[in-house]
């Protein structure tokens, strides 16, 4: 089956004049499958963005290749736009018009309009939203609840929804996951772009991760969670020896911290060498945590600080 979304060494660097080029995306090799969530994952200046600009054409690689319904995305823009639904991470509209107006507008240039503004009203309704209002008068919550039912209200093959979810609160963040949880059920396709991870872990299939403009790891969801370290605390009827630490070390526990009668520590793999090392002291209770995706995700970040001239320059 051909990916609905592909990317082949996909690079982005901007040349700034008085300043070292900056890499905004490295070589990145990415499939999107038809039927899924996908989520992408990445703090601001990760590179997502700048993604999502090329898989659309709305500015142009260094080097590399993107396509969209097995479309050269340089060379078919027009024709993927067609099948395409997107929200931008910021969205302009027209400040002295109300929402009804623009949906109207959105769906003229699109043709077929009665079908669009049927399924915009339907929308509508499952956002609570007020269409007769202006822009001008909408909460950052309401223009994003207008910038989803723009990018629904065609049907799309495609959703590419860049950070959909700012803004709104979170009964309507659940109304959100149901809604790309029947576009799923549809077999149509959602590529979702945050850096809300639990909006992604409650409904991605399987996830990207970013870092700096480079891919990290894709994994499906459920595989990504058992793969991670585990959150370990142990009690002791007495005080645990300072030279435990070392020893914890030594079979892989991280992060160990060692206070009083607890030892608290990251493992990954088999707990029975953690067992022989503590196998002197009288062990009162252990308390075992599965990592959350957002401690999982920010295993990829703790040894890495993001320059301010990336933060600032890429999104």
Known sequence: MTPIL????????????????LKALDQLTLEVQTGEIFGYLGPNGAGKTT????LLDLIRPTSGTASVFGLNAQEHSVAIHRRVGFLPGELNLWKNRTAAQVIYYIASLRGTIAPQVKEAQKLAEELKFDASKKIRDFSTGNKRKLGLILAMMHRPELLILDEPTS???????????QMMRDIRAEGRTVFLSSHQLSEVQAICDRVAI???????????????MKAGFRSVDLEFREAVPQMWQERLESIGAQEVVIQDKTARFKLRGDFDPVLRVVSSGYLVNIDVHEPSLEDIFLSFYDS??????????VK
């Open 6 to 21: 592909q990317t082949q060494n996909l690079s982005k660097t901007y040349h700034v004049s008085g300043r070292p080029d």
């Open 51 to 54: 993604t999502i600009r090329l």
């Open 167 to 177: 803004g709104l609160d979170p009964l309507m963040q659940q109304t959100f996951n």
């Open 210 to 224: 970013l870092r700096d403009g480079q891919l990290q790891t894709v994994q499906n969801v459920d595989t990504l």
């Open 304 to 313: 890495a600080q993001t320059h301010e001239t990336h933060k600032e320059m």
